[in-house]
Antibody, heavy 120, light 106 residues
Framework: QVQLQESGPGLVKPSQTLSLTCTVS??????????WSWIRQPAGKGLEWIGR???????NYNPSLKSRVTISVDTSKNQFSLKLSSVTAADTAVYYC????????????WGQGTLVTVSS | EIVLTQSPATLSLSPGERATLSCRAS??????LAWYQQKPGQAPRLLIY???NRATGIPARFSGSGSGTDFTLTISSLEPEDFAVYYC????????FGQGTRLEIK
């Protein structure tokens, strides 16, 4: 059974960089059948796709966030990471990592989510 | 950006009733639409992909239909555990989600 687990600081100051890591267990992040994505959800609101990475290291980002987002992968640790720079209160949200099936580009496994609050 | 508009925002029904949820895309997404269920404090769960294909382990009471710009998720007979928020997602362009439909107990 594949499991994903987000980790990282729950509180980030405005203008700083948000950094999260997703650890994948029960399956290899090097599988060519999946992308590895980050998705966020502000409290009481809908879902916003942030971006994805493939095992090769190729990335795609939401155009609205592209200038601030970097997603990277560490296959030796079976992890992938998110960095979001110059954060503001609008970036406060629950951040999910998720596995995205390449052929159908839908998210079949999700982490439990981690709340990141941007506040001084 | 492809915008997905879900209706109604809230749907109030009783167990055993039929639920019909709608998702409309601002431009054609072909059949590249998925549906997710989210319960409070939980991550979303994939229900339907490519408009009408049930994901692994999803009960047969869940069905999806549509193509182009208009899509429907139908729950044939509501069970108590079905009351949740439902989101549609398109993959025609980069992924976007609808704003959600809250299915509540009447």
């Amino acid at each position: 059974q594949v499991q994903l687990q987000e980790s990282g600081p729950g509180l980030v100051k405005p203008s700083q960089t948000l950094s999260l890591t997703c650890t994948v267990s029960g399956g290899s992040i090097s599988s060519g059948s999946y992308y590895w994505s980050w998705i966020r959800q502000p409290a009481g609101k809908g879902l916003e796709w942030i971006g994805r990475i493939y095992t090769s290291g190729s990335t795609n980002y939401n155009p609205s966030l592209k200038s601030r987002v970097t997603i990277s992968v560490d296959t030796s640790k079976n992890q992938f990471s998110l960095k979001l720079s110059s954060v503001t209160a609008a970036d406060t949200a629950v951040y999910y990592c998720a596995r995205e099936v390449v052929v159908i580009r839908t998210f079949d496994y999700w982490g439990q989510g981690t709340l990141v609050t941007v506040s001084s | 950006e492809i915008v997905l508009t879900q209706s109604p925002a809230t749907l109030s029904l009783s167990p055993g009733e039929r639920a019909t949820l709608s998702c409309r895309a601002s431009q054609s997404v072909s059949s590249y639409l998925a549906w997710y269920q989210q319960k409070p404090g939980q991550a979303p769960r994939l229900l339907i992909y490519d408009a009408s294909n049930r994901a692994t382990g999803i009960p047969a009471r869940f069905s999806g239909s549509g193509s182009g710009t208009d899509f429907t998720l139908t729950i044939s007979s509501l069970e108590p555990e079905d009351f949740a928020v439902y989101y549609c997602q398109q993959r025609s362009n980069w992924s976007t989600f609808g704003q959600g439909t809250r299915l509540e107990i009447k």
